[in-house]
């Protein structure tokens, strides 16, 4: 007994916890030179432990308080549960998640994928390997996770997109209303880097896993989810696509980005 209770209290000793944590910091962006609004949630942590990370992106409107208190029930627990960071970057409301070619305070695309990832990689204890690293986001931030992870291809092994804007093509009149054009200018001008559905020949090379999920009474994004599934299906692009009940509001991705994470964590697990 006297040797058991030796051998839990050096176990003890040696392996010191860090209490669970909901870290607000402003990180510099060089490229846009200013800071960022980022909320960073840990596991508790312990010593010598590395841990996998995940990048959340909000929709249009958003914020990255709302996305932990509101949009994702419960994010503390999974973080803990999964053993995993959640990395939370303010998108500036609008910010399409893009290297804006017409605001260069709007860089967000590179402050996310690059100058994000490896301030997090260096002030925490990450597992730095694409097989550990995901990114995910709903609506603009469905087309922001998609849009960065495929850019930053070494850098996320997996990407997620719930109920995404994903076809610039058929936003018509919310081309404006969403303010897409103060970040990308005008849509008849836009190069095709910025279409989603043009992007297919990358992630065929990419090895890289998607996911795609929608409700289908989201009579603004259902149509084009669908077809993108459909196009990578027939290109033989590895993806998972999910419909459920549900329309393009908190009730329908509430139930979705929790869906999703669990599917991070077998990603996660499967790569190992």
Same mark, same amino acid.
């Given at each position: 007994?006297?040797?058991?209770?030796?051998?839990? @209290?050096? @176990?003890?000793?040696?392996?010191p916890?860090?209490?669970?944590e909901?870290?607000?910091?402003?990180?510099?962006?060089?490229?846009?030179?200013?800071?960022?609004?980022?909320?960073?949630i840990?596991?508790?942590?312990?010593?010598?432990?590395?841990?996998?990370?995940?990048?959340?992106?909000?929709?249009?409107?958003?914020?990255?308080?709302?996305?932990y208190?509101?949009d994702?029930?419960?994010?503390?627990?999974?973080?803990?549960?999964?053993?995993?960071?959640?990395?939370?970057?303010d998108?500036?409301?609008n910010?399409w998640?893009?290297?804006?070619?017409?605001?260069?305070?709007?860089?967000?695309?590179?402050?996310?994928?690059?100058?994000?990832?490896?301030?997090?990689?260096?002030?925490?204890?990450?597992?730095?390997?694409?097989?550990?690293?995901?990114?995910?986001?709903?609506s603009?931030?469905?087309?922001?996770?998609?849009?960065?992870?495929?850019?930053?291809?070494?850098?996320f092994?997996?990407?997620?997109?719930?109920?995404?804007?994903?076809d610039?093509?058929r936003?018509?009149?919310?081309?404006?209303?969403?303010?897409?054009?103060?970040?990308?200018?005008?849509?008849?001008?836009?190069p095709?880097?910025?279409?989603?559905?043009?992007?297919?020949?990358?992630?065929?090379?990419?090895?890289?896993?998607?996911?795609?999920?929608?409700?289908?009474?989201d009579?603004?994004?259902i149509?084009?989810?669908r077809?993108?599934?459909?196009?990578?299906?027939?290109?033989?692009?590895?993806?998972?696509?999910?419909?459920?009940?549900?329309?393009?509001?908190?009730?329908?991705?509430?139930?979705? @980005?929790?869906?999703?994470l669990a599917?991070?964590?077998?990603?996660?697990?499967?790569?190992?």
């Amino acid at each position: 007994m006297k040797t058991l209770f030796t051998t839990v @209290l050096l @176990l003890g000793l040696t392996l010191p916890v860090c209490a669970q944590e909901i870290i607000h910091k402003k990180v510099l962006s060089k490229k846009m030179n200013k800071e960022i609004e980022t909320v960073i949630i840990t596991p508790e942590l312990v010593k010598g432990k590395t841990y996998k990370t995940v990048y959340i992106l909000h929709g249009y409107s958003g914020n990255a308080n709302r996305t932990y208190k509101q949009d994702i029930p419960d994010l503390i627990g999974k973080a803990q549960k999964y053993n995993t960071i959640y990395v939370l970057p303010d998108g500036n409301f609008n910010s399409w998640y893009v290297d804006s070619p017409v605001d260069k305070s709007s860089q967000y695309q590179t402050f996310i994928g690059k100058e994000l990832v490896d301030f997090i990689d260096a002030n925490y204890p990450t597992i730095q390997n694409r097989k550990s690293r995901g990114i995910l986001g709903w609506s603009m931030g469905g087309y922001g996770a998609l849009n960065i992870g495929i850019f930053y291809q070494s850098t996320f092994g997996i990407a997620g997109s719930s109920c995404g804007a994903l076809d610039f093509n058929r936003f018509g009149e919310n081309f404006h209303n969403y303010q897409v054009d103060k970040v990308l200018g005008d849509f008849k001008s836009l190069p095709k880097q910025y279409f989603t559905f043009e992007k297919t020949k990358q992630m065929a090379k990419a090895n890289q896993f998607y996911i795609l999920d929608c409700g289908t009474e989201d009579s603004q994004m259902i149509d084009m989810n669908r077809d993108f599934h459909e196009l990578l299906t027939s290109e033989k692009i590895e993806h998972l696509y999910i419909e459920s009940p549900g329309s393009h509001d908190p009730k329908y991705w509430n139930k979705s @980005l929790a869906n999703q994470l669990a599917l991070f964590e077998n990603y996660f697990n499967a790569e190992k």
